[in-house]
Nanobody, 115 residues
Framework: QVQLVESGGGLVQPGGSLRLSCAAS????????MGWYRQAPGKQRELVAT???????KYVDSVKGRFTISRDNGKNTVYLQMNSLKPEDTAVYYC?????????WGQGTQVTVSS
């Protein structure tokens, strides 16, 4: 059974940085696209960033220039470096991966941006 485990969330002041990690474990043959979603209170879950196995990336407009997604294929891990954080970035961040053709989700990690 495949499991995604996230880490790195927390409380940070506006303008600060955080780095999220998500490691996939279990019986894995191949991981295709990996990505991060977020869900703020009272809002729908939105896609933040994705990265293919070849390293191609996409970002939602609101985080372009501030967030960077990367992955280590050898470690089955995806990262999200978040800089210049704003209060509107506050949300639960979820890792998502296409593993062997199936979508897998992490449990979520809280990111709170507040002074």
């Amino acid at each position: 059974q495949v499991q995604l485990v996230e880490s790195g969330g927390g409380l940070v002041q506006p303008g600060g940085s955080l780095r999220l990690s998500c490691a996939a474990s279990g019986r894995i043959f191949r991981i295709y696209v990996m990505g991060w979603y977020r869900q703020a209170p009272g809002k729908q879950r939105e896609l933040v960033a994705t990265i293919t196995s070849g390293g191609s990336t996409k970002y939602v407009d609101s985080v372009k220039g501030r967030f960077t997604i990367s992955r280590d294929n050898g470690k089955n891990t995806v990262y999200l470096q978040m800089n210049s954080l704003k209060p509107e970035d506050t949300a639960v961040y979820y890792c998502n991966s296409n593993i062997d053709g199936f979508a897998a989700w992490g449990q979520g990690t809280q990111v709170t941006v507040s002074s």
